[in-house]
């Protein structure tokens, strides 16, 4: 007890709601909560949206973003109860004891100061250092932390660096003050995978060398798993498990840790040749105004009743690719064939059944639906358009599709405001499956749910391919979402494809380079993963 | 349906604002330009609000002018709305040339103030209510452009507008079944705010004397008729601003109340 | 040439093509449109001869397109024509009224900018709290309002009631500039009411804005005091939008300057215009509506100046 850090025992967080035209209400977004934390050790703060894990991270300040207030237990750091503190004391240790680094590294540095100014700002106002100190010390973490040019980084400004480097020189603005604590609050979420994992690699080996402690809040427990020494499971403000990170991982205790831990462990086993419904070929494509291809060649074949998975990261060319097959983005050369017939590039030249035969699911299923349409009508429409169904037929039709994505009864007369963030994304695939086609383009469809919401829509998704044999062109940048659903890989780099080929032929190696170090940036929900990689990447790079 | 108490009662005020200009010639106790007393009698049981500057009877100049007033600033805002909003329209949805051509347009005459454009027009065209109405509706139909544009424009870039499009929905469908219920709330709202200018803007003119013409009378009008009283303590020309500004208040309360309700169905983020 | 440079550069052509498509739009507005000239100033009982000689004498036989080039040689040269009323060069008369005009909303700009950007400070700390209420009550009341309203409740209270300050507002060169203020302290009043409404609310919704973003919440996090977070992190990122709000509303100013300059009986370029335009003499509305135009596109100019100069991602670019 003497050694902790940080204790929090029985926390309460509240917080006033404004529902528009209603009265404020109280509500409760953490709900007893209590935790400990050594000097020097890692606990890392897991659940999904709603858990309340940033709101107890920051409650490591007593601060509570955007009115939410601190309302009973307390919360320990260094020996005394902060939770009522008053703001003098709290910007005393602000700071100096305690230091943030936010998910959006971009939107938390201000835009018109330079990166140094901001890094050395907690040091020199606290009184912690001399400038050239405070400055010695920062380019000493931009070196430690991989930044390029650690001398002179710090003479830029926050849009002068990139995404990933801004979330390094983030880290090194919170370690900068020497702390007792840091807290991590989803600081790789926001990164593209490869990028991720140096970050993670970064930040782990500045903790280890500083020896400060962290608490570390994420979705992604394979993320968490390589830096945390202990993990507490959270869901909506109350905890549901805690332990080290080995028992979390290999010994889960709790059924809602357990799904978490097999999350997107779907075994999926590979389709066998099959005809093919879509064929691209030698498709090239740029923007109107633009003199750069954004997709430069591009040879896909996707087999009937199968899914071809297009994975890349962002700026990749997956997403435009989709544009072109719908024919949003007309291609420049190229041909595409669809269920045997040659498609127009143009949407306009386009029959009716080759727009129905061609359905979309888009990643945010909040703004695909028409806010102002019932889910009868959003379902109801493709009915009537493509089939001429009105009335009681529609209506019969529609609640067949609510109950093959497994709604059931009463969501009929609902609108889309009126649904979870699952629900929606099934009503979409309802509508799509309600024009009856034979391709299915999904775009993201997985990547704004939480990982067990995702789960069941890729379960869905496979049972409806089975009983439907509609095929699935399915864009992500997740890998474990592609073992889960693909039985062709195509792997998208700057506009071309890199590699494309059988599920089990994309996955084995040999691989090339950019196969290579994409699979091996997916974090892997084993102890050490991060490690083993890491030094793996430094043998290739000293055998260079 | 719950009302708020502040919207029912800008409702209640603005409701009984367009009854008495509609029923106008029941309500006022006397005619519009009768003369009934002696120059700005104070206010008694005959004339409940006193005398004007030549002695007619000032609420019935009020009840009168209130429907002038209102009938102008409607008339307007209908021609304003009609015309900005389908421009606008067009605009978002056609994009192109069509947008850069309307778009620049409305640019320019919003580079001139409305009110020095409208004086200017005045200083050529016979000053009539068709003119009136005419001048204001087209000076505010840019601002009406503007914003119905950039609503339709971020509507327009919605996956659900793409998926109808994919679907093989006509312009049409997406225009008046996709953007337009969408688009309606902020443009209501837009509309009340549009009227209480309109009923400001023909004010300040019949006050300048370049809008409605005597003997009509107009809550501007009454202003500039009686404005000479003001230095002998006489508040006459004071009793328009009440009007005014409980008309342009209570509009306001309604107008916001309309553009809360869209917030509260376009939420639906959690759950 | 450095790209701020080149697109200041490029913004203030922009501007000056603008005023130039302006003042196409004035001439056209009183040419093109029905409504003869010759005909107004006249009465309806003219002769036909006495009709034709005033168009000849206005030039009213030449093409359009020749008159208003003549036009605009003259503006450009600084002659913008003799008045039909009473024969005087428009220039002339509209120096002096012009000064007394930027005189009137000189000082009630220096009185609200800074009253606004207070009174929307004040409602930013104490958001959604009473003082807040407070002030965007009053301002709602203030732009609900029309401006000559807003004169006449002034003179009647101040003048009339309490004879504290004067209803007219005469103002001629042998004044003192103490006695000058006195003079126009009732209109400065009414100008400062009528833009303080709207600049208030824009500058508090402007500073909200920039409190609630992710950088404040670094700073507080960092332990800093709360001045220091104003003035270091909150402060250089305001400026630009309110920058923008100060002048959308001095050019709102210039406007609310023509009814105010009515109601005081201030010798002004507002009281010339109105004036002239019930006399229906074109060319110097034409000249007034152009001066008016040029100020306030000249305000939108200046507006977009300093919100680019103010944007660290256009002065350190990649």
């Known amino acids: 007890m003497a050694d902790n850090l940080l204790t929090i025992t029985g926390l309460k967080i509240e917080a006033t709601a404004y529902p528009p035209g209603e009265p404020p209400k109280e509500i409760t977004l953490v709900h007893g909560v209590s935790l400990e934390l050594e000097k020097g050790k890692v606990l890392g703060l897991i659940g999904e949206s709603g858990a309340g894990k940033s709101t107890i991270g920051l409650s490591s300040m007593a601060y509570g973003r955007g009115g939410v207030r601190l309302t009973a237990g307390t919360v320990t750091l260094n020996g005394r109860d902060i939770r009522l503190a008053a703001p003098g004391a709290l910007r005393a240790l602000r ?99 490869t990028t991720q994992i140096e970050v993670l690699a970064a930040i782990k080996e500045a903790i280890r060398d500083t020896g400060v402690a962290a608490l570390y809040i994420t979705h992604d427990l394979a993320v968490v798993a390589q830096v945390a020494d202990h993990i507490m499971v959270l869901r909506q403000g109350r905890m549901v498990e805690y332990g080290t990170t080995a028992q979390i991982i290999e010994t889960p205790q709790e059924a809602y840790t357990q799904a978490l831990v097999s999350v997107r462990s779907i075994d999926h086993v590979e389709k066998p040749e099959a005809p093919s419904v879509l064929s691209v070929a030698h498709v090239t ?58 498609l127009s590039p143009a949407l306009a030249q386009r029959t009716k059944d080759d727009l129905r035969e061609l359905q979309m699911i888009y990643q945010m299923a909040d703004v695909a639906m028409n806010p102002r349409q019932t889910v009868g009508t959003i379902i109801g429409r493709p009915l009537e358009f493509y089939f001429g169904l009105t009335g009681a037929a529609k209506r019969q039709r529609v609640q067949e599709l609510l109950d093959q994505i497994e709604m059931g009864k009463g969501y009929i007369d609902r609108y889309p405001a009126e649904l ?100 091996s940036s997916v974090p892997e929900m084993e102890l050490g993963w991060l490690e083993q990689v890491i030094a793996s990447r430094r043998m290739v790079a000293a055998g260079n | 349906m719950r009302i708020p108490i502040a919207a029912l009662i800008g409702l209640i005020f603005t409701g009984a604002y367009f009854l008495a200009a509609i029923f106008a010639g029941l309500l006022a106790p006397y005619g519009m330009a009768e003369i009934v007393g002696d120059v700005w009698e104070p206010a008694s049981a005959e004339h409940w609000l006193g005398t004007d500057s030549i002695g007619r009877d000032l609420l019935s100049r009020m009840i009168w002018g209130g429907q002038t007033t209102i009938f102008v600033a409607t008339a307007a805002t209908i021609l304003s709305f009609t015309l900005g909003s389908i421009l606008g329209f067009i605009a978002a949805v056609r994009g192109g040339w069509v947008d850069q051509l309307l778009s620049r347009g409305v640019d320019l005459m919003m580079s001139i103030p409305s009110l020095i454009s409208a004086l200017v027009v005045l200083s050529v065209m016979p000053v009539t209510l068709p003119v009136l109405i005419l001048v204001m509706g087209l000076l505010d139909a840019t601002r009406v452009f503007r914003l119905s544009r950039a609503v339709a424009v971020d509507i327009a870039v919605m996956d659900y507008v793409e998926a109808a499009r994919l679907r093989g929905e006509k312009q049409t469908w997406i225009i008046f079944r996709e953007i337009l219920p969408n688009a309606l709330s902020p443009l209501v709202a837009e509309m009340g705010l549009r ?22 009378a107009d809550w501007g009008g009454i202003v500039k008729e009686n404005k000479e009283g003001i230095v002998y303590g006489i508040p006459a020309a004071l009793i328009p601003a009440v009007a005014i500004a409980t008309l342009a208040i209570s509009v306001n309360l309604v107008a916001d109340w309309v553009l809360n309700r869209t917030t509260s169905l376009k939420g639906g983020r959690g759950g | 040439m450095h790209p701020i440079l080149k697109l200041l550069v490029q913004r203030i052509a922009l501007g000056l093509l603008l005023l130039l498509a302006a003042s196409v739009l004035i001439f056209v507005g009183t040419t093109v449109l029905p409504g003869d000239v010759a005909q107004n100033i006249l009465g309806q009982g003219a002769t036909p001869q006495a009709l034709e000689n005033l168009r000849q004498q206005l030039g009213m036989n030449d093409p359009a397109h020749v008159r208003y080039f003549n036009w605009l040689g003259g503006v450009l040269q600084g002659d913008l024509g003799t008045a039909l009323t009473n024969g005087q060069d428009i220039a002339t008369s509209m120096g002096q009224r012009l000064g007394n005009t930027l005189f009137l909303a000189f000082w009630a700009a220096v009185v ?24 965007s009550t009053i301002t709602l009341a203030t732009v609900s309002v029309p401006e000559f309203l807003l004169g006449y409740i002034a003179i009647f209270i101040l003048s009339v009631q309490f004879r504290a300050l004067p209803s007219l507002a005469m103002i001629n060169e042998s004044m003192s500039l103490g006695e000058q203020l006195y003079a126009i302290s009732l209109p400065v009043l009414v100008l400062v009411l009528t833009v303080l ?16 973003s992710a950088y404040i919440e670094t700073a507080e996090l960092k332990g800093l005091a709360p001045f220091t977070i104003i003035y270091r992190h909150a402060f250089p990122n305001a400026i630009a939008p309110v920058v923008n709000v100060v002048m959308l509303n001095l050019a709102y100013l210039v406007v609310g300057v023509v009814v105010v300059e009515v109601v005081f009986v201030y010798p002004g370029m507002g009281q010339y215009l109105v004036d002239h335009v019930a006399k229906r003499d074109v060319p110097v509305v034409q000249a007034c509506g152009l001066v008016f135009a040029a100020v306030y596109i000249g305000m939108n100019i200046i507006a977009d100046v300093v919100s680019i100069l103010a944007n660290p991602r256009l002065r350190h670019p990649k």
Request: with cysteine; aromatic share 6%.
């Open chain 1, 285 to 342: 494509a740029r923007y109107r105004g633009t003199t750069f291809d954004v997709l430069k060649n591009v040879t896909v074949d996707l087999p009937a009743g199968q899914t071809l998975a297009v994975v890349g990261e962002s700026g990749s060319g997956k997403s435009t690719l989709a544009r072109v097959i719908t024919g949003l983005l007309p291609a420049a050369q190229g041909k595409i064939t669809f269920a045997g017939r040659s």
């Open chain 3, 112 to 135: 609200s900018v800074p009253l606004a950007i207070g009174l929307g400070l004040i409602a930013v700390r104490y958001r959604n709290r009473w003082p807040d209420k407070v002030i």
């Open chain 1, 95 to 193: 700071g100096r004891e305690v230091t943030y680094v936010a998910q959006s590294a971009a939107a938390a540095f201000n835009p018109a100061k330079r990166l140094m100014e901001q890094v050395i700002e907690t040091s020199l106002a606290h009184g912690l250092m001399g400038k050239a100190e405070a400055e010695a010390r920062a380019v000493m973490l931009f070196g430690k932390l991989g930044l390029p040019n650690p001398e002179t980084i710090g003479r830029r400004y926050p849009h002068q660096v990139s995404g990933g480097q801004l979330q390094r020189v983030m880290t090194a603005m919170a370690l900068c003050p020497k702390p007792d604590l840091v807290v991590f609050d989803e600081p790789t979420t926001a990164l593209d995978v």
């Open chain 2, 195 to 216: 009227f209480i200018f309109s009923v400001l803007f023909i004010s300040t003119l019949s006050f300048l004397g370049l809008g409605v013409q005597p003997p009509l």
């Open chain 1, 420 to 519: 979870s963030g699952g629900q929606k994304q099934r009503v979409c695939i309802a509508r799509a499956l309600a024009a009856k086609p034979k391709l299915i383009i999904c775009d993201e469809v997985t990547s704004a749910l939480d990982p067990l919401v995702a789960d069941g829509i890729l379960k869905l998704l496979l049972a409806l391919q089975a009983q439907e044999n509609v095929a699935y062109l399915f864009i992500t940048h997740d890998l474990a979402t592609v073992r889960a659903i693909a039985d062709r890989i195509a792997v998208m780099y700057r506009g071309e494809v890199v590699r494309y080929g059988t599920k089990t032929d994309v996955l084995s190696p040999p691989f090339d380079d950019y196969t290579d170090l994409l699979l």
């Open chain 3, 197 to 212: 409404g709207h600049m208030m609310r824009m500058t508090r919704a402007a500073i909200l804005n920039v409190m609630q």
